[in-house]
C-alpha cells in the first residue's frame, strides 16, 4: 500500500484587510501558481495599492516557511485567495431626503505556499 506523502505548507493570513476583495483578486489572479521570486518581481512591478498589500503577505508566508525550514528557491504559490470580510455600513444624504448606503469593504486574504517536488 502505497503510504500518502506528508506535503509542507507554510501560510499566511491577513484578516480585515484595508481593500475590497474584487481589487485584491485582481493583483492575486496574477500570481496565482507562480514560483516565489516571479511572484514578487510581478508585485513590485504593479502599480496598484492592492500588490503592495499582497507583497508583504507573500513575504510574510516566505518567513513562516524559513521558520519551517523550508527550501526557499522551491516554493511556489498553492493556494491565494481573497475572502470577503466585514463591511462598515454608512448612510449619505441625497437629494429629496433619500438616503444612499456607502458600503467600506475588507477582505480576508489568504496565501498558502508548498516545496515543487
Known sequence: MAQATQ???ARAIHRNAPISPTKARQ???????????TALAILQGLNKRAARIVEKLLKS????AE???MDIDN???KDIRA??????????PRAYGR?????RRYSHLTI???ERQ
Request: proline share 2%.
Open 75 to 77: 516554493l511556489y504559490i
Open 83 to 92: 475572502d470577503d470580510g466585514p463591511m462598515l455600513k454608512r448612510y449619505m
Open 67 to 69: 521558520m519551517k525550514d
Open 61 to 64: 508566508a516566505i518567513a513562516n
Open 99 to 103: 438616503a444612499t448606503m456607502i458600503r
Open 112 to 114: 498558502k505556499l508548498a
Open 27 to 37: 493583483v492575486m489572479n496574477l500570481i496565482r501558481g507562480k514560483d516565489v521570486g
Open 7 to 9: 506535503e509542507k505548507e
